[in-house]
């Protein structure tokens, strides 16, 4: 064990190895065993460990300015990163970036951010946001509220304010128990039932992730179901926000998730990949109106953290996509992405594999007592740590999960690797994922 007297650690039953150096799409711990980083951390690291144009831009603005207030000076940091996103963003009605350190903190924002809009636009009364069952926003109190994920949300539940849910685009697992060849979208029209039940006059917004993530592992929707909530979207007046923390930045094939669907979102919450893992970063784009309403109307956002628009964080985040940019990385994510799910076909031969699904360099592992039936493991058996576990013991770096079938039951694992992978190392992360997957089986 190589663990910190004083640090309180996140699983306090767990040991930890001490990470040392990390290059590229490899870690290493201080006894020199490496890992290949096949989950980007937790989705993070999207440009690969120790770049050298990173540490640079980082240095330079520390010494000129480490820090300054966003209350009191803007930097340029802050000016060439919102630049940038503007460039990256699905429409160009998407111009305005409010930068912050986190996904939770973002996903807050963005929540109060549309419920000043409403105030402001002179419809107090909404102020609802309804969310998706199988999803997660966050950790933050209202965060936690909006996410799907019964086992995270159950400890805290007397402290949320109401959040309206609705069933998951979860075609493996469809609670309507269509199939995508006759599907009419039920899931999809749940949004204008939950909004005709709640007063559509009440809904601020509706959240979602274009491709599912922690929770569920890496869901991708059917054709046609993010064009039906944007329809229903626009039909009661409700403000679409795309959960792009995960998914954003690249990590889909695309700049955003989103933009698979040819969708435009009112907001886009982003973070993780927005820095590479190398500065807590987090931003939300908003559209023109919205930033327009509050700009000619009480001209200040009720809202600010302190390390909001860092000078420091912001310089990171726009070399990081300066480098994405140099390094056409958006699009090796595509074609690097088509492949791991190609090579990934190769577990299907595994008996408690029972979908492998995904969309980019972001892809998931569904594991299953039976495959006829799909039917799940009892959740005390931890399929999901154990899988992650072998892995992690050969040098494979993976991101487990459980709950995607009611918030309990369900077991997956998400890979997520650097862009700046390549074939070979693909499969020799499949390779190990194959034999941690048999493991696991045959102790069954």
């Known amino acids: 064990m190589e663990a910190c007297e004083h640090v309180f650690y996140r699983n306090l039953k767990k040991t930890y190895p001490m990470a040392d150096r990390a290059e590229g799409i490899h870690i290493w711990d201080t006894k020199g065993k490496r890992y290949i980083d096949g989950s980007g951390g937790a989705c993070v690291v999207s440009i690969g460990h120790g770049v050298p144009e990173i540490l640079e831009a980082m240095q330079a603005q520390f010494e000129r300015v480490p820090f300054v207030h966003s209350s009191q000076f803007t930097n340029p940091g802050a000016c060439e990163l919102g630049d940038l996103l503007y460039q990256m963003a699905p429409h160009e009605s998407l111009s305005r970036t409010y930068f912050l350190s986190g996904g939770s903190e973002a996903v807050e924002s963005a929540v109060k951010l549309v419920r000043q809009y409403w105030r402001e636009a002179g419809q107090p009364d909404k102020y609802k946001v309804i969310s998706r069952w199988s999803s997660f926003h966050g950790n933050t109190t209202g965060a936690l509220a909006l996410g799907g994920h019964t086992a995270r949300r159950r400890h805290y539940m007397p402290i949320f304010q109401h959040t309206p849910h609705i069933e998951p685009a979860y075609c493996y697992r469809c609670s309507f128990k269509e199939i995508p060849e006759t599907c009419d979208l039920q899931c999809a029209d749940e949004l204008e039932r939950c909004l005709k039940h709640e007063g559509p006059e009440s809904v601020a917004a509706f959240i979602a992730e274009p491709v599912v993530g922690a929770t569920a592992g890496a869901v991708v929707p059917r054709d046609g179901y993010w064009q039906r909530i944007r329809q229903i979207c626009d039909q009661y007046d409700v403000k679409l926000i795309a959960d792009e923390v995960m998914t954003g930045v690249g990590r889909c094939g695309r700049n955003f998730g989103i933009e698979t669907w040819g969708i435009i ?105 039976e495959k006829s039936n799909r039917a799940w493991f009892d959740s005390d058996l931890k399929i999901n740590l154990q899988v992650a576990n072998q892995a992690f013991d050969r040098g494979l770096i993976t991101y487990p999960g459980n709950g995607g079938v009611d918030g309990i039951h369900g077991d997956h694992i998400l890979l997520a690797p650097p862009f700046t992978i390549d074939e070979a190392q693909i499969d020799e992360m499949v390779d190990i994922l194959h034999s941690a997957i048999r493991t696991v089986q045959n102790q069954l």
């Open 265 to 369: 979102p009112d907001l886009i919450v982003m973070a993780k990949g927005l820095s590479s893992g190398y500065t807590p970063l987090g931003a939300v784009m908003v559209q023109d109106e919205i930033h327009a309403m509050i700009k000619n109307g009480s001209g200040a956002f009720v809202h600010g953290h302190t390390y909001g628009q860092n000078p420091l964080s912001t310089a990171i985040g726009a070399a990081v996509l300066r480098y994405i940019q140099k390094k056409a990385l958006v699009e090796r994510s595509r074609t690097m992405g088509i492949y791991l799910l190609q090579k990934l076909q190769d577990l299907d031969t595994l008996d408690i594999v029972g979908d492998i699904r995904g969309l980019g360099l972001f892809a998931g592992i569904e594991f299953v007592r």
